[in-house]
């Protein structure tokens, strides 16, 4: 693991409150929806990519979905958010890693990542992911970047932005874009953040 990239997270989640980190958000739309949209069962494998101490899982888990799995490359940040749920917290697995070094132990029916794509700027790492996806999504795969009216900067790092013609043209070797919906997210501190989500499926789409 990359100690430099995961010190950097470390220090965030340890130094900042959630009213202090950009990404923040009570109730995580557009993400939610577009999970309940792809059909899976409450009782399918669901991943949730850069999760840390982001409450995406916790609502997962009051809807009823059980198989269900965090990673993220701060150990702070799944410490913040196992304290968060408490005993709740025993029903979710959860990986502290660098998801370029990550190898699953299983497939995947659903892959979400709103928190971990875009933070990767190298042509390989990018390739790294792709292949990671490709080999333990079985179906769905939900990706939320930075459009490209976005910011550039995240956390003081560097990201990378997307349209849906670049994001479709690096996914279609394997999934087929079904849907996707730009996103104004506004942070805690009241600036807005343009979000480009796309849900891809890997198979044969019913019309």
């Not at 343009?194 to 019309?207: E, R, S, V």
Request: charged share 25%; proline share 4%; with cysteine.
């Amino acid at each position: 693991m990359d100690n430099t990239l995961q010190s950097h997270w470390d220090n965030t989640y340890l130094s900042k409150g959630p009213d202090q980190l950009s990404w923040s958000q009570n109730l995580p739309e557009p993400s939610l929806s577009l999970i309940k949209s792809t059909g899976i069962t409450k009782t399918d494998a669901i991943i949730d990519i850069g999760g840390g101490d982001a409450t995406l899982i916790e609502n997962l888990l009051s809807e009823g979905y059980s198989d269900l799995t965090v990673l993220d490359i701060s150990s702070a940040a799944i410490d913040r958010a196992r304290k968060r749920l408490g005993e709740r917290a025993e029903k979710i697995k959860w990986i502290v890693c660098n998801i370029l070094d990550f190898a699953p132990a299983r497939p995947y029916k659903l892959w979400h990542d709103r928190a971990t794509f875009h933070f990767l700027t190298e042509t390989q790492d990018i390739k790294n992911y792709k292949h990671i996806v490709s080999e333990f999504v079985d179906k769905d795969l939900i990706i939320g970047t930075f459009s490209e009216n976005g910011p550039t900067m995240c956390s003081g790092l560097p990201v990378r932005r997307y349209n849906l013609e670049s994001l479709e043209l690096f996914f279609n070797d394997d999934f087929q874009l079904k849907q996707s919906v730009n996103s104004d997210h506004v942070t805690p501190f009241g600036s807005v953040q343009n979000f480009l989500f796309t849900h891809f499926f890997k198979g044969q789409l019913i019309d």
